[in-house]
């Protein structure tokens, strides 16, 4: 699995767009940017996953470079909800996930 | 949509005792997932099966750690002795079989006196 580089810790306003960077430069062209977060005590919770193509859902975007060796998650309006641990994984789809540490994303009010 | 379920949620034990955790994924999930987290580190896989066949259990510390998923649905993982360095949270997950992520239950926190 590629390794990935977070920030360990990144403060946002409420209400503003959250941006957590991640890279990747050692990606294999068939290896998936995936993204997860965990709430204090609570199990990971999947955010969002893409090869190529930026993706959106109801929780967040991707934006993966061209030469997809990074990647941006943004969670377009934060709130003190989303104050958790952000995990950015690059692995092949349903293999296994290789966690880092992560990035701590603390909302401040 | 029910997740997927762990018990118990917390349990405290002594070293050189046994204790087992129980997992219930996401119905219709082929594949199951339990991880070992420990304070303040991502999780780390221990083993992975797909239906009831193990897949993956290279990081499984085999001499104390034992998992099963009879009938390729619920799943129990095993520690027996447990160590003081066992204590962290035991996190299953469940995904479908070419599916877009892992589903995670909450967590049995393991705390070994």
Redesign the interface.
């Known amino acids: 699995d590629a390794k990935t580089t977070q920030p360990t810790s990144m403060d946002c306003a409420e209400g503003r767009a959250a941006n957590l960077p991640c890279n990747h430069s050692t990606i294999s062209g068939n290896e998936y940017v995936y993204w997860y977060r965990q709430i204090h005590s609570q199990g990971p919770q999947y955010i969002i996953h893409g090869l190529k193509n930026n993706e959106t859902n109801e929780m967040a975007s991707l934006i993966i470079t061209e030469d997809r060796k990074s990647s941006t998650l943004i969670l377009p309006h934060a709130t003190l909800r989303d104050t958790a641990v952000y995990y950015c994984i690059a692995t092949l789809e349903n293999y296994q996930l290789i966690w880092g540490a992560g990035t701590k994303l603390i909302i401040k009010p | 949509e029910a997740g997927?379920a762990q018990s118990p949620r917390y349990k405290i034990i002594e070293k050189r005792q046994s204790v087992a955790f129980w997992c219930n994924p996401i119905s219709g999930h082929a594949?199951l997932?339990w991880y070992q987290q420990i304070l303040?580190?991502?999780?780390?896989?221990l083993i992975?099966f797909q239906n009831n066949g193990v897949v993956?259990d290279s990081q499984l510390p085999k001499d104390r750690f034992s998992a099963e998923r009879l009938k390729g649905v619920d799943s129990t993982l095993k520690i027996q002795p447990a160590k003081l360095e066992d204590s962290a949270v035991y996190?299953c997950?469940s995904?479908l079989?070419?599916?877009?992520?892992?589903?995670?239950?909450?967590?049995t926190r393991l705390t070994v006196l």
Request: charged share 10%; hydrophobic share 25%; glycine share 28%.
């Open positions: 997927v594949t997932y303040g580190q991502g999780p780390k896989l992975q993956d996190l997950a995904s079989e070419g599916g877009s992520g892992q589903f995670f239950g909450p967590g």
